[in-house]
C-alpha cells in the first residue's frame, strides 16, 4: 500500500523558513518522482517543483525558484520541501504527491497535506 | 508558460450530465489528467491520460481531449459528485506541472 506522511503543522513569523517533510512507503522510492504542490486557502492548486528521488534531479516552478528547495534521503525514503523568506501569502496546505518518471506526470498518490501557517 | 482555463463553476441536477472543459492552446496534442477535491481532503485522481480510469472510480466519470478543449463528463450525476475538478498537463518543454484554475461543480 502506497503512503505518503507528512509532517505536522507549522506556524512561522513572516521572514522565516519551513522545512516539510513527505515520508513515504509501500513502493520503491527511486521510482517516482515526487512532486510538492500548495493551496492557499480557498484557492487553487499550485504546483511549486518535483525531484527525482533516484538522482536527485530537480525542477521548480519559475515562480519558486531561489526560494524553494527540493531534497531527499533515500535511507529512509523521505522527501524534503524547504520554503525560505516566509511572507503572509504563503500561507497554504503544502501537499507532496508521487507521479510517474516518464510520459506525462499524472499524480496517483498525494500525501495528507501540511498545513504552514506564516503570522506575526 | 502553458495556460488551461477552467470554469470557475458548473451547477448540474442529479441524475443529468455535467460537462467540465479545460482549455489550452492545443491541448489535443497533450495528455490531460482529471483530479477531484473534496473539501478537507486531498485531490484524488479520476481520469488519467485523457480517458483513463483508475480502479475504483465510477464508469460514470469520462474524459476526452482533442484541438484545444479537454472535457471532463459526469454521467448521472449524484449529490457525491459535487466537489472541485482540477485539470493538469505536463509542459515537457519546460518539464512544468501545470494545473487548471478548477472547477467547482454543485449539484442542485
Known amino acids: 500500500q502506497v503512503r505518503l506522511v507528512q509532517s505536522g503543522a507549522e506556524v512561522k513569523k513572516p521572514g522565516a523558513s519551513v522545512k516539510v517533510s513527505c515520508k513515504t512507503s509501500g513502493y520503491n522510492f527511486g521510482d517516482f518522482y515526487l512532486h510538492w504542490v500548495r493551496q492557499a486557502p480557498g484557492q487553487g492548486l499550485e504546483w511549486m517543483g518535483w525531484?527525482?528521488?533516484?538522482?536527485?534531479?530537480?525542477n521548480y516552478a519559475q515562480k519558486f525558484q531561489g526560494s524553494v528547495t527540493l531534497t531527499r534521503d533515500t535511507s529512509i525514503s523521505t522527501a524534503y520541501m524547504d520554503l525560505t523568506s516566509l511572507r503572509s501569502d504563503d500561507t497554504a496546505i503544502y501537499y507532496c504527491?508521487?507521479?510517474?518518471?516518464?510520459?506525462?506526470?499524472?499524480?496517483?498518490?498525494w500525501g495528507q497535506g501540511t498545513l504552514v501557517t506564516v503570522s506575526s | 508558460s502553458y495556460v488551461l482555463t477552467q470554469p470557475p463553476s458548473v451547477s448540474v441536477a442529479p441524475g443529468k450530465t455535467a460537462r467540465i472543459s479545460c482549455g489550452g492552446n492545443d491541448i489535443g496534442s497533450k495528455s490531460v489528467h482529471w483530479y477531484q477535491q473534496k473539501p478537507g481532503q486531498a485531490p484524488i485522481v479520476v481520469i488519467y491520460?485523457?480517458?483513463d480510469r483508475p480502479s475504483g472510480i465510477p464508469e460514470r466519470f469520462s474524459g476526452s481531449n482533442s484541438g484545444n478543449t479537454a472535457t471532463l463528463t459526469v454521467s448521472k450525476v449524484e449529490v457525491g459528485d459535487e466537489a472541485d475538478y482540477y485539470c493538469?498537463?505536463?509542459?515537457?518543454?519546460?518539464?512544468?506541472?501545470?494545473f487548471g484554475g478548477g472547477t467547482k461543480l454543485t449539484v442542485l
Open positions: 504527491a508521487r507521479s510517474p518518471t516518464y510520459g506525462s506526470r499524472w499524480i496517483d498518490s
Open positions: 491520460y485523457d480517458s
Open positions: 525531484i527525482n528521488p533516484n538522482d536527485g534531479d530537480t
Open positions: 493538469q498537463v505536463w509542459d515537457s518543454p519546460r518539464a512544468d506541472v501545470i
